[in-house]
T-cell receptor, first 115, second 112 residues
Framework: NAGVTQTPKFQVLKTGQSMTLQCAQDMNHNSMYWYRQDPGMGLRLIYYSASEGTTDKGEVPNGYNVSRLNKREFSLRLESAAPSQTSVYFC??????FGEGYGYTFGSGTRLTVV | AQSVTQLDSHVSVSEGTPVLLRCNYSSSYSPSLFWYVQHPNKGLQLLLKYTSAATLVKGINGFEAEFKKSETSFHLTKPSAHMSDAAEYFCVVGAGSYQLTFGKGTKLSVIP
């Protein structure tokens, strides 16, 4: 099925551990995004990639790094996890940057707990 | 600059009664507006979008939204609520190359 695939779906980390969240889309979209969702906060943009080979910071980039591996894949890395990074992480993609009238397609999310 | 305000954090309706989820926006440019739905433990799904065509937009599952420029509103409605509509709904605004801004969400409960 066409769409956005995120792995893993669930993860528990200890403070200070590192991990990479993977995201892949098969819709030939140009732009990809990482959001975090916290209760009562809506979705906040962490990083985005307008096109292959480019990445930019969003609203809450501290503590994260990203890699746009190719047109399909966009990974998010936590180098030293902190309890404040406990959240649900969503990857999204769009044909044009920031949706431009078309909206985003979202993955099903990664639920991360840092203890 | 742009922003979006969802006026209710929680709405509760009885099954079969109308649904109204309210959204106000601000934007320096002609906006694109979206409503997304998120069912428990799922990702976000696009319900409908406004992109400067017809001001009354029809979406999936019987939902509609009306763009009112004079009121800077984009409220989501459905004539008759179904149990499967229980979810969280997000109003989203975007303009040109500026990033999309998400509202904080409205949780819809449907009482049998």
């Amino acid at each position: 099925n066409a769409g956005v695939t995120q792995t893993p779906k669930f993860q528990v980390l200890k403070t200070g551990q590192s991990m990479t969240l993977q995201c892949a889309q098969d819709m030939n979209h140009n732009s990809m995004y990482w959001y975090r969702q916290d209760p009562g906060m809506g979705l906040r943009l962490i990083y985005y990639s307008a096109s292959e080979g480019t990445t930019d910071k969003g609203e809450v980039p501290n503590g994260y790094n990203v890699s746009r591996l190719n047109k399909r894949e966009f990974s998010l890395r936590l180098e030293s996890a902190a309890p404040s990074q406990t959240s649900v992480y969503f990857c999204a993609s769009s044909l044009y940057t920031f949706g431009e009238g078309y909206g985003y397609t979202f993955g099903s999310g990664t639920r991360l707990t840092v203890v | 600059a742009q922003s979006v305000t969802q006026l209710d954090s929680h709405v509760s309706v009885s099954e079969g009664t109308p649904v109204l989820l309210r959204c106000n926006y601000s934007s320096s440019y002609s906006p694109s507006l979206f409503w997304y739905v998120q069912h428990p433990n799922k990702g976000l799904q696009l319900l409908l979008k406004y992109t400067s065509a017809a001001t009354l937009v029809k979406g999936i599952n019987g939902f509609e939204a009306e763009f009112k420029k004079s009121e800077t509103s984009f409220h989501l409605t459905k004539p008759s609520a179904h149990m499967s509509d229980a979810a969280e709904y997000f109003c989203v605004v975007g303009a040109g190359s500026y990033q999309l801004t998400f509202g904080k969400g409205t949780k819809l409960s449907v009482i049998p």
